[in-house]
C-alpha cells in the first residue's frame, strides 16, 4: 500500500480513540473511562491497519483506557511502542462526569447552559477550562517536536483534545473548533514546514466502512 501522506519536516497525525460504550449512552467521560465497544474495537484494528502502513517515528497516547487501548492495537501493528501521556487527556469534566448528557442538562441547567457557551475561560465546577487543555496540551507537542525532528509521530486521544489543536496551532476561533467533528478514529494531520504548521487532513475515516453515526 503506498503511504498517502509525503513527509516534510515533523508530521504530527493525531487519532482519537475508538468508539465506547458511553458513547454509545451519550455520557460525559471527561478522566473517567469506559471500554470501547464492538464497534470501537473494529474501528482500532482498521486504523491501525491504516497506520501500519506507514513510516512512523514514534508513538503517544492519552493514559486513559480507551485511548490506550486503541493506541495498543496500534501499536501491535506497526511495531513502535505507545508512550503514555497524561497530557493527551480529554478535557475534564468536572461535576458533568459519569451523568448522561440529559442527565447533566436537567440536573445542572445552569452550568449546562455556561458550557455550551464558546468561552476558553469558563469550566464546569471541579473540570477544566479550555485555556488549561490548551496549556497542558502546548507543553507536550512542545516537547514532541523537539524530540522527533522530521519524523512522523502518532498521538491518540480525544474529540475535545483535537478539536483544540484548530486553536493552538491555526489561532482560529474558538467558537469554530466546538463545530468540528470529530469521528472516532479519525485522523487528523498537521505538518510542520520550517517552523509553521498546517492543517493537511481533519476527520479523514477513509479506512472506515462507514463513519460512526453517534460522533
Given amino acids: 500500500?503506498?503511504?498517502?501522506?509525503v513527509r516534510q519536516d515533523t508530521e504530527l497525525i493525531f487519532v482519537r480513540h475508538g468508539q465506547t460504550e458511553s458513547n454509545v449512552e451519550r455520557r460525559f467521560m471527561g478522566h473517567l473511562d469506559s471500554p470501547l465497544s464492538a464497534l470501537g474495537r473494529e474501528q482500532a484494528e482498521a486504523v491501525a491497519r491504516?497506520?501500519?502502513a506507514m513510516e512512523v517515528g514514534a508513538l503517544y497516547t492519552s493514559d486513559l483506557g480507551?485511548?490506550?487501548?486503541?493506541?495498543?492495537?496500534?501499536?501491535?501493528?506497526?511495531?513502535v511502542p505507545a508512550v503514555q501521556d497524561a497530557r493527551l487527556r480529554e478535557r475534564h469534566a468536572g461535576i458533568f462526569q459519569g451523568l448522561l448528557i440529559s442527565e447533566a442538562r436537567e440536573r445542572f441547567p445552569d452550568h449546562f447552559s455556561e458550557m455550551e457557551?464558546?468561552?476558553?475561560?469558563?469550566?464546569?465546577?471541579?473540570g477544566e477550562s479550555g485555556f488549561q487543555?490548551?496549556?497542558?496540551?502546548?507543553?507536550?507537542?512542545?516537547?514532541?517536536?523537539?524530540?522527533?525532528?522530521g519524523q512522523r509521530v502518532v498521538l491518540v486521544t480525544h474529540g475535545i483534545v483535537i478539536r483544540t489543536l484548530l486553536w493552538h496551532f491555526l489561532e482560529t476561533s474558538y467558537a469554530l473548533t466546538r463545530r468540528a467533528r470529530v469521528d472516532n478514529t479519525s485522523l487528523t494531520v498537521f505538518r510542520s514546514t520550517s517552523g509553521k504548521w498546517a492543517l493537511q487532513t481533519w476527520n479523514?475515516?477513509?479506512h472506515l466502512a462507514a463513519p460512526n453515526p453517534l460522533g
Fill in 66 to 79: 480507551r485511548a490506550a487501548a486503541t493506541a495498543a492495537t496500534v501499536s501491535a501493528t506497526c511495531g
Fill in 50 to 52: 491504516r497506520v501500519g
Fill in 204 to 206: 479523514d475515516t477513509a
Fill in 117 to 126: 457557551e464558546p468561552d476558553p475561560s469558563t469550566s464546569v465546577p471541579g
Fill in 133 to 149: 487543555v490548551r496549556a497542558r496540551l502546548a507543553l507536550l507537542l512542545d516537547e514532541v517536536v523537539k524530540r522527533h525532528p
Fill in 1 to 5: 500500500m503506498t503511504d498517502p501522506y
